[in-house]
């Protein structure tokens, strides 16, 4: 079955350390997008991709990096550099150009900071 | 920018209609969506609307559309506590950017 997939669910990282939190989607969707959520907030960009080795800043990107080496695949690393990285990460996909555009959203991971 | 407005709770009895309203201020707007958050999980997209469009139903979902005061509603009729969730409203802008709201949290009583 076609969607797109996080993991792990769960991640704790320690202080100091750089994590990687994977996100990969069969769609075939062009545009990848990473949200940071924290506990009753809503949803704030941190980086997206709208096409293969090309990325951009969003809100928040400070403390992250990514890459989009493969249209499939848009790995996200929260840096040492990111003081306040616990909270629930989101990626998600969007089919560029369609005209009925659905943006899907993987499961979530939930990054703690031990 | 582009900003997108959503109060933070609602509460509502068993049966009742629940009403979600939100406002957004990019007057570019292509698609605006309405996402269903259930807890510890990701975002459900439940319905979307097209900004030359002022009303779309589906099933117990009715989408409303005042494009000239940027102003969007979801009408949930009958609501049961499965219903019981936080709901992000989001529009589309250039781009394929998506701003979403900062959510509303519906419960549902018995």
């Known amino acids: 079955d076609g969607g797109i997939t996080q993991s792990p669910k769960y991640l704790f990282r320690k202080e100091g350390q750089n994590v990687t939190l994977s996100c990969e989607q069969n769609?075939?969707?062009?545009?990848m997008y990473w949200y940071r959520q924290d506990p009753g907030q809503g949803l704030r960009l941190i980086y997206y991709s709208q096409i293969v080795n090309d990325f951009q800043k969003g809100d928040i990107a400070e403390g992250y990096s990514v890459s989009r080496e493969k249209k499939e695949s848009f790995p996200l690393t929260v840096t040492s550099a990111q003081k306040n990285p616990t909270a629930f990460y989101l990626c998600?996909?969007?089919?560029?150009?369609?005209?009925?555009?659905?943006?899907?959203f993987g499961q979530g991971t939930r990054l703690t900071v031990v | 920018g582009e900003d997108v407005e959503q109060s933070l709770f609602l509460s509502v009895r068993e049966g009742d209609s629940s009403v979600i309203n939100c406002t957004y201020t990019?007057?570019?707007?292509?698609?605006l969506y309405w996402y269903k958050q259930e807890p510890g999980a990701g975002l459900q997209l439940l319905t979307y609307i097209f900004s030359n469009m002022d009303m779309k139903q589906d099933q117990r979902l009715t989408v409303l559309l005042n494009k000239k005061d940027k102003h969007l509603s979801l009408r949930i009729a009958d609501t049961q506590s499965g219903d019981s969730a936080i709901y992000f409203c989001a529009e589309k802008g250039a781009g394929n950017m998506l701003t979403f709201g900062g959510g509303t949290r519906l419960m549902v009583k018995p």
């Open positions: 769609l075939n969707h062009d545009a």
């Open positions: 990019d007057s570019s707007s292509t698609y």
């Open positions: 998600a996909s969007i089919l560029k150009g369609h005209q009925n555009t659905e943006a899907f």
